[in-house]
């Protein structure tokens, strides 16, 4: 009776140690197991590298004020704008006209500079006070100013007094200064002399030497040396 249990006893042992040693060899041997779905998805979401190994630089859009219109010298500031450094000649009724307009009013005491930027020196006020501006001989407007022109109280009472006084006008001197020596440039008109008897002093250049014009403040006579 032993022998006639022995055969199925021995079949069983063999089916289990069979199934045991095919589960074994999937669990230790084969390739490694495919990538899951989120690493996969964590991989091609990252930026590409780039050529220097980092990643891809995002397209550049312009900020603001890198699209905003270009400057064209029309608004407050320096420069015409125009691109003329030197005109052919210069309107000192428009030059002079703008600095005193800027300064509110008064008189203008002195001009200076050269091509198109004049700077004009006003006095504005009662006690003396004095005012400056640059003004473009291009635009026929002020570029820079006014600027308050810093005096004590003696120099702005003489000067009020002679601008009060003087019947030639800064403009008009400054012509004559030029017509005085034929084919030069004026570089500065300042007024001086004594309140009875102003007088304006003009520098003026001419083929590259420079001379002096002056002009009577109440006839304006022009006279160089």
């Known amino acids: 009776m032993a022998r006639r249990h022995h055969a199925p006893v021995l079949t069983a042992s063999i089916v289990i140690a069979v199934a045991l040693t095919t589960v074994l ?7 490694d197991p495919a990538p899951s779905a989120s690493a996969t998805s964590s991989r091609s979401s990252s930026p590409a590298p780039s050529a220097s190994g980092g990643a891809a630089a995002p397209s550049a859009t312009p900020s603001d004020d ?27 009724a428009t030059v002079t006209q703008q600095g005193i307009a800027a300064a509110g009013g008064g008189a203008v005491l002195s001009l200076a500079g050269s091509g198109d930027s004049w700077t004009v ?7 003396g006070a004095e005012t400056q501006s640059v003004v473009s001989a291009t635009l026929g407007r002020v570029t820079s100013g006014p600027f308050p022109k810093s005096v004590d109280a003696a120099t702005g009472t003489a000067d009020l007094a002679r601008a009060t006084a003087a019947k030639t006008t800064a ?17 500065s008109l300042v007024l001086g002399g004594a309140a009875g ?15 002096t014009v002056t002009v009577d403040g109440l006839t304006g006579a022009a006279t160089a040396s």
Do not use: F, H, Y
Not at 25 to 31: F, R
Not at 72 to 81: A, E, H, I, L, R
Not at 171 to 187: C, M, N
């Open 25 to 31: 060899s999937a669990c230790s041997g084969g390739s």
């Open 66 to 92: 890198q699209t905003g219109s270009a400057d064209d010298g029309t608004g407050p500031g320096t420069g015409n704008g125009s691109g003329v450094d030197a005109p052919t000649s210069v309107d000192w």
């Open 121 to 127: 020196v006003v006095v504005n006020g009662p006690d």
């Open 171 to 187: 403009s008009a001197a400054a012509t004559a200064a030029e017509r005085a020596v034929p084919g030069s440039t004026l570089a």
């Open 197 to 211: 008897a102003p007088v304006w002093t003009a520098t003026v250049t001419a083929s590259g030497a420079t001379r």
